[in-house]
């Protein structure tokens, strides 16, 4: 089968848009008279490129010269298929490049590991490497599975719970703990790492895995998708002010989105604390909450999005936004993405991965301004049973679950999974 070349070519010249360098923003692009179309080539579920093309229309400078509206796109399985954060850790345990924490005391990682998941970390990898010194993860298996387990099962190898006392609408300690992971290191060489891990995971072939410690059938691959690189070079060049919001660490999420041309100021993931020129374990403050209480999740999208794009400073950072700012376009496909998607005031696009309060929003549709499109590269099938969205499908800051509210605060009812 012929390898589509935006896959094969990894470059930003591949996908026709120059690169520009590190934190340097590329040179505008001029809108044509007619507006910017989107590739008729690319595959859209039904009319969604056509409901597109009708925003970009109405919103983009050919319509309303001289205006920028805001465009936001969270990054892993939005815009590319599979879990670049993911892809980079994995990177890094084969490589040997996770240091040993301050004092061999995983605690020390996360204000949230539990007392037994830090135990199992100190037991597994403490006469790995010195205080600050790199692990043997490319050789030590114990060691490594113990930093996968707690990473990607939330759970230690022997399934007791990693993590605990969080605010579930704020920060997953997962998500943030892979920034975490990346302390001791300089900027630009978790800068190297996430290139490095990224041209791994573009040139392994769709369906590759990989084995790290113990632990096989992990995903080696990683692709953009052909339709969102083009919406976002559209919008780009209908004058729309087109911006990443990640829950992977923020030097991940840079490097992938260069690619696309969007530089480094216009990307927002998860920001490490830096002292003497190195990334600590601490996470930045949004909202005035105090640092490592909140991420790029769920309320925190809201809250890095207001504070540090719309300006608006200390805890309103965590209310709605009037509409006269907010974002005119977001897109996203899991539960993180559920606030800032639907904060957008004009279209949100959602790639169905099955994310049930996501799903819940977007199918009820409450205001006509949802789209739905199956993953581009390997959609899932229709799910079985209908999204328990009256009763369990949102998740509370104690992480108990409730029914999922609309706008005017009325439950929403159970969806049928209709686009697959």
Excluded at 165 to 176: C, G, K, T, V
Excluded at 336 to 353: C, E, K, M, Y
Aim: with cysteine; proline share 7%; glycine share 8%.
């Amino acid at each position: 089968m012929r390898v589509p070349f935006w896959v094969v070519a990894v470059t930003a010249a591949a996908l026709a848009v120059p690169a520009p360098a590190p934190g340097v923003r590329a040179a505008p692009r001029v809108a044509a008279a007619d507006c910017p179309a989107l590739d008729a080539g690319p595959a859209w579920y039904g009319d969604n490129r056509a409901r597109l093309q009708e925003f970009i229309d109405a919103h983009g400078t050919c319509t309303h010269p001289g205006g920028h509206p805001l465009a936001l796109f969270d990054w892993d399985n939005t815009m590319v298929r599979n879990d670049t954060g993911d892809a980079t850790v994995l990177w890094m345990l084969r490589n040997g490049t996770v240091r040993q924490p301050e004092r061999k005391d995983w605690s020390t990682t996360s204000r949230y590991l539990t007392p037994a998941a830090a135990d199992a970390l100190n037991s597994a990898c403490a006469d790995a490497a010195a205080a600050g010194e790199p692990l043997p993860t490319d050789s030590d298996s114990r060691c490594a599975d113990e930093i996968l387990a707690v990473y990607l099962d939330s759970a230690t190898t022997r399934h007791e719970p990693a993590f605990g006392n969080y605010d579930h609408r704020r920060i997953e300690p997962s998500l943030a703990w892979a920034a975490q992971l990346l302390a001791g290191w300089t900027p630009d060489e978790v800068l190297d790492f996430a290139r490095r891990a990224r041209a791994e995971s573009l040139a392994a072939p769709q369906g590759a895995t990989q084995t790290v410690g113990t632990r096989q059938n992990l995903t080696a691959w990683v692709r953009y998708y052909e339709q969102m690189a083009d919406l976002t070079r559209t919008l780009e060049r209908a004058g729309f002010d087109v911006r990443v919001v990640s829950a992977s660490a923020e030097p991940v999420a840079r490097v992938w989105a260069e690619a696309l041309g969007i530089p480094a100021a216009r990307v927002i993931g998860i920001r490490n604390r830096v002292v003497a020129g190195k990334l600590t374990p601490h996470l930045a403050d949004c909202g005035g909450s105090g640092e490592d209480t909140v991420i790029t999740y769920i309320e925190g999208k809201r809250c890095f999005i207001n504070q540090e794009i719309l300006g608006i400073p200390g805890g309103a950072a965590f209310e709605q936004a009037p509409a006269a700012v907010r974002q005119a376009f977001a897109a996203g496909d899991a539960t993180t993405d559920v606030t800032f998607v639907g904060d957008a005031t004009g279209l949100r696009l959602v790639v169905n991965r099955n994310a049930e309060e996501l799903m819940c929003r977007a199918y009820d549709d409450e205001d006509g301004r949802w789209l739905v499109n199956p993953r581009f590269i390997g959609p899932l099938p229709a799910r079985a049973t209908r999204y328990p969205c009256s009763t369990t499908a949102f998740a509370r800051p104690d992480g108990s679950a409730g029914p999922v509210l609309d706008d005017r605060g009325a439950v929403v009812p159970d969806q049928a999974d209709t686009v697959y």
